[in-house]
């Protein structure tokens, strides 16, 4: 019976050790976890970021992978208008770099490689949070912050129109839980947990 309960015991310790360091290592779903909205504008077209490629997938999440630049910042779902930060001092060029996108003072280099810049007719322009900003690519992205880029020839008055159309609702996103969490804050987050505890007793059998 002793053994037994001893066994029991390592079995109950092992647990508790797994699951902190699970929750430990996938801290960077769980606090810090903010998030803010965007919206990027060419010659009067919003650039879409609704396709899948710009979205992280809510199935890549595993304890025993490295964290990638990807894991910092993101999108979710397909949902264009609101980024997920899962990192501190993670600045606006780290969200736009991870999809292959640049800017500056005076260009802004798209992910097809076209590249926008100042002229006599057209500029480009940047509204955060309702104030226009010189170039916010080394910026800290903050929680509930707005931004849009904008290039294009337009007065102040049709860019502070503009920017109203950036969508508002980082702070909803900061009350939910993380689509693509590894921690408890995602659906999914006991299944992967299970999957991992699978893969590591079949991998002390071995």
Known sequence: MKKI?????????????YIGGYIHAGS????PHFHANFAMYINGERIDFSDAKYSEDIAWCSITWEPKPEDRVHLHENNQDT???HDSWV??????????????DEYIVLDSG??????????????LNGKSVNNPFNRAIGSK?????????ISEDE??????????????YNAKYDPGSCGWTN????????????????KMEH
């Open 187 to 202: 659906e999914n987050g006991l299944i992967v947990l299970l999957t991992e505890m699978l893969h590591s007793f079949h």
């Open 159 to 172: 860019l502070s129109a503009l920017y109203e159309t950036v969508s508002d609702n980082a702070g909803e």
């Open 83 to 85: 980024i997920h930060i």
């Open 91 to 104: 600045s606006w060029g780290h969200f736009f770099a991870n999809n292959n996108f640049s800017f500056w």
């Open 5 to 17: 309960l001893s066994i029991l015991l390592i079995l109950f310790m092992w647990w508790i050790l």
């Open 145 to 153: 912050d707005r931004l849009l880029i904008h290039y294009w020839d």
């Open 28 to 31: 960077k779903y769980i606090p």
């Open 114 to 127: 076209e590249i926008y810049q100042n002229n006599e007719t057209s500029s480009v322009n940047y509204v």
